[in-house]
T-cell receptor, first 114, second 111 residues
C-alpha cells in the first residue's frame, strides 16, 4: 500500500497563478483533510471531508477550494496564489470516526509563491 | 477554544538520560490527545494516543485532566529518538471536530 500520496513534492508559483495539489489514498478511508505548516506554527487545518461529496472548512480555508468526487482523491486548489500561501501542505486520511482516529499523513508538498 | 501548547522548541539530552516533552492543552470537554512524531526524511506518524494507554518505543504519556497536560516521557533516551514531536488534540461529543496541533518540540539525543 502506498498510503497517502501527494503530488507534486515541490512547486514554485508566481502571485496570481492557480494550481491544484493532489492527494490520493488507497486505504479506503472516509475522512481526508488538508493542513498547512508554517515556521514556528503547528499544522493548521484548511479543509476536510467526511466522505465523497462532502467537504467542510477548517481553521484557515480562505484562498483554497476542495472537492471530493471519489473516496480516494481529495485535491486542494489555490485559486489565485499569494505569497502568504507559501507553506508546506500535508494531506491526511483516517478511518470513520473523524479526528479522534489516528491520521495517516502524506509526505507533504512544499509550495513557494513568488 | 481548543489550544495545544508545547513550551519547548528544542530539547537536547544525552543518550540514556530521561526525557519529558511537555504538552498542555485548553479544552472544556473530554479531549482525545495524541503524540505524533516526524523522524528525519519520514512522514509525520502517530506515536501514541492517550485512549490506548500504550507504550510505544518506550514512550508513555498520561493525561492529567487536573493540570490539562499530556506530557510525553521516556526513562532512557536513545539516539534514534531524535525527531520532531507534536502534541495534538481533538474533541467533541457530536461527530467531526478539528484536530489541533501544538507547535512541536525538536528532541535531539546526543551520544
Amino acid at each position: 500500500n502506498a498510503g497517502v500520496t501527494q503530488t507534486p513534492k515541490f512547486q514554485v508559483l508566481k502571485t496570481g497563478q492557480s494550481m491544484t495539489l493532489q492527494c490520493a489514498q488507497d486505504m479506503n478511508h472516509e475522512y481526508m483533510s488538508w493542513y498547512r505548516q508554517d515556521p514556528g506554527m503547528g499544522l493548521r487545518l484548511i479543509h476536510y471531508s467526511v466522505g465523497a461529496g462532502i467537504t467542510d472548512q477548517g481553521e484557515v480555508p480562505n484562498g483554497y477550494n476542495v472537492s471530493r468526487s471519489t473516496t480516494e482523491d481529495f485535491p486542494l486548489r489555490l485559486l489565485s496564489a499569494a505569497p502568504s500561501q507559501t507553506s508546506v501542505y500535508f494531506c491526511a486520511s483516517s478511518y470513520e470516526g473523524g479526528f479522534d482516529q489516528p491520521q495517516h499523513f502524506g509526505d507533504g508538498t512544499r509550495l513557494s509563491i513568488l | 477554544a481548543q489550544r495545544v501548547t508545547q513550551p519547548e522548541k528544542l530539547l537536547s539530552v544525552f543518550k540514556g538520560a530521561p526525557v519529558e516533552l511537555k504538552c498542555n492543552y485548553s479544552y472544556s470537554g473530554s479531549p482525545e490527545l495524541f503524540w505524533y512524531v516526524q523522524y528525519s526524511r519520514q512522514r509525520l506518524q502517530l506515536l501514541l494516543r492517550h485512549i490506548s494507554r500504550e507504550s510505544i518505543k518506550g514512550f508513555t504519556a498520561d493525561l492529567n485532566k487536573g493540570e490539562t497536560s499530556f506530557h510525553l516521557k521516556k526513562p532512557f533516551a536513545q539516539e534514534e529518538d531524535s525527531a520532531m514531536y507534536y502534541c495534538a488534540l481533538s474533541g467533541g461529543n457530536t461527530g467531526f471536530q478539528k484536530l489541533v496541533f501544538g507547535t512541536g518540540t525538536r528532541l535531539l539525543v546526543s551520544p
